[in-house]
């Protein structure tokens, strides 16, 4: 089992920036990748981007790339999310997934464990 908790989330400005972390614990070893996704309001829930264990190869999605980086510290068990040039359009709750398979970094179906989510609200 693997237990995702994420942090850093709030209520920011269009152009500020945000750095989200997970925390994972548990059986992490045998992890695939680690993904980041949100879901807005009435919408489906997206991908955002990932990073594989060894951080050598990362993922985004066309709406944040360039703007967000993602990175983790396996020494910490941690993946961070650094969001800068926030949009209101980014405001959704935040998630973070632990990927055991190698199914495609993009869908959620390929994600086996996800943290409860944070909430990132960016006002224009």
């Known amino acids: 089992q693997v237990q995702l908790v994420e942090s850093g989330g709030g209520l920011v400005q269009a152009g500020d920036s945000l750095r989200l972390s997970c925390a994972a614990s548990?059986?992490?070893?045998?992890?695939?990748?680690m993904g980041w996704f949100r879901q807005a309001p009435g919408k489906e829930r997206e991908f955002v981007a990932a990073?594989?264990?060894?951080?050598?190869?990362?993922f985004y999605a066309g709406s944040v790339k360039g703007r967000f980086t993602i990175s983790r510290d396996n020494a910490k068990n941690t993946v961070y999310l650094q969001m800068n040039s926030l949009k209101p359009e980014d405001t959704a709750v935040y998630y973070c997934?632990?990927?055991?398979?190698?199914?495609?970094?993009?869908?959620?179906?390929?994600?086996?464990?996800w943290g409860q989510g944070t909430q990132v609200t960016v006002s224009s």
């Open positions: 990073i594989t264990w060894s951080g050598g190869s990362t």
């Open positions: 997934a632990d990927k055991r398979s190698s199914g495609s970094y993009y869908y959620t179906e390929a994600y086996n464990y």
């Open positions: 548990g059986s992490t070893f045998i992890s695939y990748a």
